[in-house]
């Protein structure tokens, strides 16, 4: 982000640098200095997976933490270590039920490249519950620039043609990512999201990925987030 003065502010979101082994993040760090000086960046934030509490390996001599956050800091992750069956049966029974039932109902997931399309299921989602989307030259931009890399996958669930429900998932490394998600609302008695959940998961466990995470849930303990999800709607509330 410019400055005035032909200055500027650095940002690194997550998930780096944590995918990096700690022996290499002094390298990292004598790189980052002398980028930012390159470019005139008076100030670089840094938001990581796992950063408070990761222990000394992570401490950057320089940086102080901030209170204002760009990305959430509270997120949800699912094992995928073990068997899908295994996977399956820790979750709740409900979820399970819904996951079966969106295959029984005729309810497909395959790649998808139609960014327009995804785009409006964003803004209907980001309308219903309250949250902001960014342009669709930026998921264009994600896809072409990440898909082409391997490191992402755009996903949809169809029934009898219609797309109902699509996400981006992101991998690096042994963690895979829900970014970006949406749905039109048709047909939800199907349980479109739920079996795309599921097939996400299945596509980062076949690359190899440990971890799924959800990305983003209010900053809160977990049992504020299962007594007031019902009834709270602003910020993160709507996509949790």
Partial sequence: ?????????????????????????PAL?????????????????????????????????????SLHSIQ?????????????????ARMKQKCRYNIRLAEKKGVTVRSWNDIPAFHSMLKATAQ??????HSEAYYREAYGLF?????MELLVAES????????MVFAIGSRAWYVFGGSTGRQRE????????????????????????LWGVPDVDEATLETDFAGRAAGLWGVY
């Fill in 1 to 25: 982000r410019r400055l005035p003065l032909n200055l500027q502010v650095a940002y690194i979101p997550k998930p780096a640098p944590t995918q990096l082994r700690p022996e290499d993040m």
């Fill in 29 to 65: 760090w004598c790189e980052l200095d002398a980028l930012c000086r390159d470019r005139r960046a008076v100030v670089c934030k840094l938001e990581a997976d796992q950063w408070e509490g990761a222990g000394a390996e992570y401490t950057v001599p320089g940086f102080s933490f």
């Fill in 72 to 88: 959430p800091r509270r997120t949800i992750v699912v094992d995928l270590r073990d068997a899908h069956e295994t996977i399956l």
């Fill in 128 to 133: 219903r519950d309250a949250f902001a989307v």
């Fill in 147 to 151: 898909g082409s890399a391997g490191m």
């Fill in 160 to 167: 009898d043609g219609e797309p109902l429900a699509s996400l």
């Fill in 190 to 213: 199907k349980m479109p999201s739920y079996l795309l959940q599921w097939e996400a998961m299945r596509w980062a466990k076949s690359r190899g990925c440990a971890e799924y995470d």
